[in-house]
């Protein structure tokens, strides 16, 4: 039936659909200090909201999988993200925008000590706009004889304020119980839910490198809004594009188009909003103007994709602006500045022109390949075995370090755990990365090595 599908679309890998059963996405949001990580945490229970343990995993979580009483859903929260100094209220409402655009189903929290402001009710306008079904808990009502400060929030016009202590655990299963009503019977247009099966692409760089431009360069008039299909009239959240015949799913076109960015203290917020991107993604597409110096905010989108362990491509866009010396330049900054993603793919292009364009989906689909490829393990036995007869680790204090055993413990991207003897140095891990890449390919893809020392 049609809304199990829809759901189903959340999950990255087809077993992880057959498992989970969420009934939609649910923002927790609100301004700082209100208590939203501490309803979070008390909501999963402490479990997920800590950062998971192997370096290089994405660490600006934005979703989780929680469960209530037997029903599971998920879970986005925007608790950890900073709010910066300046523009801190802008930042407020686009981090609130983005968790709603994100969500089915909405959980505004207030927080009674204080009272109603300024900043909630701008949040609750937004709210308003979005025409997602939300929810009222007022927090820090830590005792009954505190109950009377959640009257004041009436006002707001959103139903009954639900006095809760996030701290203490009071009233939240009240509150839950109400708020995952109004989610199941929530129309299911999260960017989360989206309800496809193709491979899903974030398009990312800093203002200005051509984002727009290549997506129309190649959605030409053959694209369709996603949220269109599913009968909406909301902001289009994801489009799918066609390429060459085939279906590609842009993430957060929405954001891509948007010229908000391109003002003054805006880049708190793309970054955000990239992070979301690359979080409900699988390829990230990583632009660059070369007709520009590569900047430290260029380099830094980079790493998100990177750190967030996405497949990625880098585009050099623009080439049609280079001269004989500007491509010098290009080729001197890409021995440089660019040496932490050698495995990478790069394309040069014009997205103004279309000159290369159609280069492009055959390096997303490598990049994919090998961020889907799973070595089986007698294969990477065998191999790390040579690996060490040829080249063994190292003396270290008189000992030698051994690799016992290895394992792809998962893949998207390909995630390795050696079991070793002892530590093995960075220069010895980046050995191993090095030839595991010379031997299996993983064009495109971060691959992860973690190593757990058996004495
Ligand atoms: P966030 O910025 O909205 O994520 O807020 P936090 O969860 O970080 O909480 C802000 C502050 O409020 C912290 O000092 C919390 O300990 C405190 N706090 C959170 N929930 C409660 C509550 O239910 N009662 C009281 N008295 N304090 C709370
Ligand atoms: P976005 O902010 O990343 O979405 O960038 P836009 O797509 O809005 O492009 C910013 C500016 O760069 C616009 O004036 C575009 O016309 C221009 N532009 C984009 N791609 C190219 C290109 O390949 N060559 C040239 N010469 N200009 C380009």
Redesign the pocket.
Known sequence: DEDESLVQGAFTTPEERSRSKAVGVLAVV????????????RILGRRAAVVEDTPGVTRDRVSYDAEWAGTDFKLVD???WEADVEGIESSIASQAEIAVQLADAVLL?V?G?VGLTASDERIVKMIRQSGKPVTLAV????SQADEYLSAEFWKLGLGEPFG?????G?GIGDLLDEALEKLRSAEKTSGLLTPTDLRRVALIGRPNVGKSSLLNRLAGEDRAVVNDLAGTTRDPVDEVVTVDDEDWLFIDTAGIKRRLHKLSGAEYYSTLRTQAALERSELALVLFDVSQPISDQDLKVMSQAVDAGRAIVLVFNKWDLLDDFGRQRIERLWKTEFNRVTWAQRVNLSAKTGWHTNRLTGAMHTALESWDKRIPTGKLNSFLGQLQAAHPHPLRGGKQPRILFATQASNRPPRFVIFATGFLEHGYRRYIERSLREEFGFEGSPIQISVNIRE
């Open positions: 609100g301004r700082p200090n209100v208590g939203k990580s501490t309803l979070v945490n925007t608790g950890g929290v927080d000590t927090n820090k009502v830590d809760i202590s996030a701290m203490h009071r």
